[in-house]
């Protein structure tokens, strides 16, 4: 979920399809890192 600065609403970017092998899909999060510019990596 994308959540900009001033906006009254979210935005899903990835993992709402359920499960899978696409790219806006997730198989199985094990880990999740932040970046010092607030970018979000997710080990998949």
């Known amino acids: 979920m994308r959540w900009c600065e001033g906006k009254k609403e979210g935005e899903i970017v ?3 399809s359920g499960e899978g092998s ?3 899909q997730l ?3 094990c880990g999740l890192s932040f970046d010092d510019e607030g970018n979000i990596y997710v080990a998949d």
């Open 14 to 16: 990835v993992g709402g």
């Open 22 to 24: 696409q790219s806006n």
């Open 27 to 29: 198989y199985g999060p």
